[in-house]
């Protein structure tokens, strides 16, 4: 089973991707929290994944709201990954999600990233449009390879080379900082 966090598509993008490629069933993290469902029954050696965006260094804080809160059913260690996307750092991402896991009890192995697009649409840098598309050009690829790494059931943690002030004082700076409001107007490209 596939939890799947996304804003703007480009989690659920991959997230679908994998759920087709594995036959997996495909859950809304962001449902589940809206509904308040945090109880998963878990068919024997059901496969675990966490797809979702890295917002300011770190995973998206609904990500770990759910894993500190969901009940899995059934949960014999099952073979449980990660999967995040950015368009540039990532920090301390794996990490982050590593030990939340583990306060749980929860055994994660697999670590995967998917380079995709930035979409925090009030931020006034954005990567150029070459980058951009290169990197959705590159994303089935990267795809169906985190699709053969789980299948194998692949442990590939490695402790992140990171800079504490990016890591942990970006994200926590970005919590604290207040969003401006923006009108999309004749100028929005629709995109979605």
Known sequence: MIFYFSGTGNSYYIAKKISEALNERLI????????GKYEVILEKDEKIGFVYPVHACAPADIVIHFIRTVQF???????M?????CAGTYEYTSRIIKETCEKREFEI???????MPGNYVTVKKHLPEEKCKKYLAEADDHINEIVKAVQAKT????????SFLLSYGLHKLAALEKETKFDVGEKCKGCG
């Open 81 to 85: 990954y990660s999967v995040f996307n």
């Open 109 to 115: 192995g697999g670590f995967f990233k998917v380079l």
């Open 28 to 35: 809304s993290i962001a449902e589940c929290v809206r509904e």
């Open 155 to 162: 442990y590939n943690y490695k402790k992140e080379k990171h």
């Open 73 to 79: 059913i059934n949960y014999e260690h099952n073979y």
